[in-house]
């Protein structure tokens, strides 16, 4: 086994989750930064190390753990060394123990890194073949809950459960806390497995207290699929999931993917979603349902993760198109696909730009009261307005036009002394033209030739 001593930076970003590169530091900050640097010299908690490719400042940023939650980042000089150490182990984690802690605003810490590969463990094989299963759709990028959950969970069977006679009672119960905490959603093969493997080696234990901790994971996973658990997830736990950033950028780019093919992007996820046994695509729509179906299915987190991610991409599409969250036909994706929008935007578009300003102004007050709680018309109504106020300018543009068309025809009339045609479209003269010659000088003023061509005109009208 090889020992190395290995610079963790970064604890004052861990410590301040919210803070911006860029932005002032204060002394709230700071004193953040120094309770966790105290509280990590003090307990000296077991550390875990593991990638984060989802960082947003560096793809390759390797993130150490301790008491379930993220305390900084292996330096740079040491990132790729450790990167390579975690390819070789095969949960993709390392093991570590506090050292030193060097405390203040930018304080750090190093760690002793145990370069042993971590033992792995069969999962349990259901029926169904989930390594065929798979999808290229875009998928949700791993939460903070399930980063602390692996995290305990290594902490728990590598070094804490091996040792159940002798290990500290407060730090088996708070990674028990911790995994608890960030599993109690978590309805994949994994988590079933380490539950049960949990609760065997707690119960088998010659320590009273330490066989009371297996009751807790008994009760919770009694209530992985009762009702009130149930409830909790479709109330709670899938509203945020549905909501979050991760989700939205996931939408974003499947918008993309799909070329922003709502009803084809449709077809797709639930040609996925059919393939599931235990006809779950049924169920759609009953939330509680698919949920309960999910758990006892037995599913491989991986393919777990897709499973949600489809289920997300469904929801928001449906939300999108304004239809309800249930099982389709082929007749709804027909329906769908030749109707379009129910409100078909361009020609409600083309509709209002016809319109004089006035009216499609009234029509678009009525129609923003009828409609207001239409998802696609709260979403396109900007832009009628828009476009409204454009029609209304080039109206406005337009008349400017030819008022100022007719003010320059007058002026052209008024400073040049010649004949003029009753109807102004003459300006030569003909037989019969009824024109009457002006004996006016060159140098005449504009103002004169103006009142004798009214003049003139007004003899020929009287004649």
Request: aromatic share 8%; proline share 4%; hydrophobic share 35%.
């Amino acid at each position: 086994m090889t020992t190395k001593t290995i610079k963790i930076l970064g604890v004052q970003f861990a410590a301040n989750p919210d803070y911006k590169f860029g932005d002032p530091e204060t002394e709230e900050m700071w004193m953040r930064t120094i309770n966790l640097l105290t509280e990590l010299r003090d307990r000296k908690p077991r550390v875990v190390l593991k990638a984060e490719p989802t960082n947003p400042h560096d793809e390759k940023a390797v993130m150490a753990r301790a008491m379930g939650q993220k305390i900084g980042y292996v330096n740079r000089f040491q990132r790729d060394d450790v990167r390579r150490l975690l390819r070789q182990s095969k949960r993709g984690m390392l093991g570590a123990e506090v050292d030193e802690v060097v405390i203040g605003n930018h304080g750090f810490l190093y760690i002793t890194l145990q370069c042993e590969e971590a033992a792995t463990t069969d999962l349990q094989e259901t029926g169904f073949n989930w390594q065929g299963w798979h999808t290229d759709i875009p998928l949700v990028l791993p939460t903070e809950e399930l980063n602390a959950e692996e995290e305990a969970a290594f902490v728990l069977e590598e070094e804490l459960l091996p040792r159940l006679n002798e290990v500290d009672i407060n730090e088996l119960q708070d990674y028990l806390n911790i995994w608890m905490e960030n599993s109690r959603h978590d309805m994949s093969q994994e988590a079933c497995w380490q539950r049960q493997q949990y609760i065997r080696q707690l119960a088998e234990s010659d320590r009273g207290e330490v066989r009371m901790m297996a009751q807790e994971l008994e009760h919770q996973g009694a209530c992985m699929c009762n009702r009130h658990r149930m409830e909790e997830r479709v109330m709670e736990w899938w509203p945020r999931l549905v909501d979050s950033d991760e989700a939205d950028s996931m939408w974003i780019g499947w918008r993309q993917q799909t070329n922003g093919q709502l009803w084809e992007g449709l077809r797709l996820i639930d040609e996925k979603l059919r393939l599931l046994p235990g006809n779950l695509y049924e169920s759609i729509g009953q939330m509680e349902t698919v949920f309960s179906q999910l758990y006892y299915l037995n599913i491989p987190r991986e393919t777990l993760n897709s499973i949600l991610a489809l289920l997300v991409l469904r929801e928001k599409t449906c939300h999108e198109l304004g239809i309800e969250m249930r099982p389709m036909t082929e007749a709804d994706y027909a329906n769908g696909e030749s109707d379009g929008d129910s409100i078909s935007m361009n020609d409600f578009s083309e509709s209002f730009q016809k319109l004089p300003t006035n009216t499609a102004w009234s029509l678009y007050s009525g129609m923003f009261t009828l409609l207001g709680w239409n998802p696609k018309w709260l979403k396109n109504s900007p832009m009628f307005h828009q476009q409204i106020l454009a029609q209304q300018k080039e109206q406005h543009d337009r008349q400017e036009r030819k008022q100022d068309q007719i003010i320059d025809s007058m002026e052209k009339v008024a400073n040049k002394p010649t004949t003029q045609n009753i109807y102004g479209d003459k300006n030569e003269f003909k037989e019969d033209a009824k024109l009457l010659k002006l004996t006016l000088p060159a140098d005449a003023d504009p103002a004169e030739i103006a009142m004798r061509i009214a003049e003139q005109q007004k003899q020929i009208e009287n004649k």
